[in-house]
């Protein structure tokens, strides 16, 4: 499995921005697609968004569109989200995930799609105060 370092997380008022990174290890980068999921205190994990292997694809839960950019740098080794216009409401824990296949975009809107990763970083934490 590919090791996941998730960095970038903080506090910040709504309407501002954070980046989040992640980087890989241990595997070839460009054989995975990469997730990020976030959990906010007692819910359940969701689905924030996802990119293809070289970037050519992405995905993204309806609540984050057009405020959210996840990209890639391959030659880097490292995922990102780039979070604009920041609410309340996305205060979580942001974990990043990874797997070799990249599905449809019905399967991450789907019932469990935590289940399309097998690999998952240990998570960092974004506070957006009103």
């Known amino acids: 499995q590919v090791q996941l370092v998730e960095s970038g997380g903080g506090l910040v008022q709504a309407g501002g921005s954070l980046r989040l990174s992640c980087a890989a290890s241990?595997?070839?980068?460009?054989?995975?697609?990469m997730g990020w999921f976030r959990q906010a205190p007692g819910k359940e994990r969701e689905f924030v968004a996802v990119?293809?292997?070289?970037?050519?694809?992405?995905y993204y839960r309806d609540s984050v569109k057009g405020r959210f950019t996840i990209s890639r740098d391959n030659a880097k080794n490292t995922a990102y989200l780039q979070m604009n216009s920041l609410k309340p409401e996305d205060t979580a824990i942001y974990y990043c995930?990874?797997?070799?296949?990249?599905?449809?975009?019905?399967?991450?809107?789907?019932?469990?799609?935590?289940?399309?990763?097998?690999?998952w970083g240990q998570g960092t934490q974004v506070t957006v105060s009103s």
């Open positions: 995930a990874a797997d070799t296949k990249y599905y449809t975009p019905n399967s991450y809107s789907g019932a469990r799609p935590s289940g399309l990763f097998g690999s």
């Open positions: 990119i293809s292997w070289r970037g050519g694809s992405t």
């Open positions: 241990g595997r070839t980068f460009s054989n995975y697609a």
